[in-house]
């Protein structure tokens, strides 16, 4: 084999509840992920050289993406390789359908989609648990990209177990041209909460009981985001789409992860069709549905 193609999607957090900051910097998390249909393709060559390029679809700018060892999707391949001990540069090419900086967990789903594309280039024999287990070294989202579905993260957010999900969802995904710094978002949240007591958060009872109804209307009820106050308070600006979604008979808005994307669920892809039209004005407006897979060989 001298070429393999990996899909992997994005991410949105149907909760994120964050507890309190630990003395390593991180806050436990319990979340449920959902993946949506914003995808990243990887492919990985066998190459002369360890090499990246990357281009966008759907109106993805890529110009924010680092190219050099910092890019996420290179850090996979050279930890796999270091771990299998494989001494086979590979020429990686990332094409992203996921809007960068935007809390959708595009950079993880290029590290979970190389993982799975090296894996497979070089013939590995690798359980699914340790493909996991490097992916959670990547980054807290790594490991949901290469499940996906819908699903709960505890930890850091990268011990994942799945969540039975009898629905299709509809979103409309509304992007901006400005990102937010996910450490900022937490640094943030962090100043808004000083002096306080934050509880262990729990996923709700409620919205898994939602997702085993295949429920949009249950979900749009329980949808949360902790870290919502704290990227409002850095981009106050985004009250206003947020609140333009609802009026436009949004069954939900909420911020996506640490944002600044801006997530509104619908009855249905008509129903986001009618949504998505009253925000043009805001930002550049996308529809999706999930739960998708997670990385996919093409
Ligand atoms: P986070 O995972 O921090 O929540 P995000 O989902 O908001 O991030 P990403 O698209 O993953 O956003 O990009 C976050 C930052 O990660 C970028 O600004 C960029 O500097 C860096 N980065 C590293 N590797 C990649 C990659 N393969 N694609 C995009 N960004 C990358």
Redesign the pocket.
């Known amino acids: 084999m001298a070429e393999v193609t990996v899909q992997a999607p994005a991410k949105i957090n149907l909760h994120l509840g964050v507890g309190p900051v630990r003395p390593d910097g991180f806050h436990p998390l319990a979340t449920a992920y959902q993946a949506i249909s914003l995808t990243s393709r990887v492919t990985a060559r066998d190459g002369g050289d360890w090499a990246l390029t990357?281009t966008g679809h759907d109106g993805v700018d890529v110009s924010?993406?680092?190219l050099d060892d910092?890019?996420?999707?290179l850090r996979a391949a050279r930890l796999l390789a270091s771990r299998a001990g494989v001494e086979r540069p590979v020429a990686l090419h990332?094409d992203?359908g996921?809007?960068?900086?935007?809390?959708?967990?595009?950079?993880?789903a290029?590290?979970a989609a190389t993982l799975l594309a090296c894996a497979t280039l070089w013939e590995l024999d690798i359980a699914a648990a340790d493909l996991a287990a490097l992916a959670g070294e990547l980054?807290?989202?790594v490991p949901f990209g290469l499940v996906g579905g819908s699903a709960a993260g505890h930890g850091r957010g990268e011990l994942v177990t799945p969540i039975h999900d009898a629905g299709r969802y509809d979103w409309v995904v509304l992007t901006f041209d400005f990102?937010?710094?996910?450490p900022a978002a937490y640094a943030e949240f962090d100043r808004l909460h000083a002096g306080t007591a934050v509880p262990v958060p729990e996923i709700p009872a409620a919205l898994v009981e939602a997702l085993a109804n295949g429920s949009a209307r249950e979900l749009a009820d329980v949808l949360a985001n902790d870290l919502h106050p704290a990227t409002l308070q850095l981009r106050p600006e985004l009250a206003e789409p947020l609140s333009a979604g609802l009026d436009a008979s949004a069954l939900a808005a909420l911020v996506s992860?640490?944002g600044p994307t801006c997530l509104f669920l619908a009855e249905d892809r008509d129903h986001a069709d009618k949504v998505a039209t009253q925000l043009t004005t805001y930002g550049r407006v996308r529809i999706a549905h999930g739960p998708v897979t997670g990385a996919t060989v093409l």
């Open positions: 990357c924010g993406v680092p910092t890019n996420l999707a990332l992203k996921i809007p960068v900086a935007g809390g959708l967990a595009g950079g993880s290029d590290a980054g807290s989202d990102g937010v710094s996910t992860g640490s």
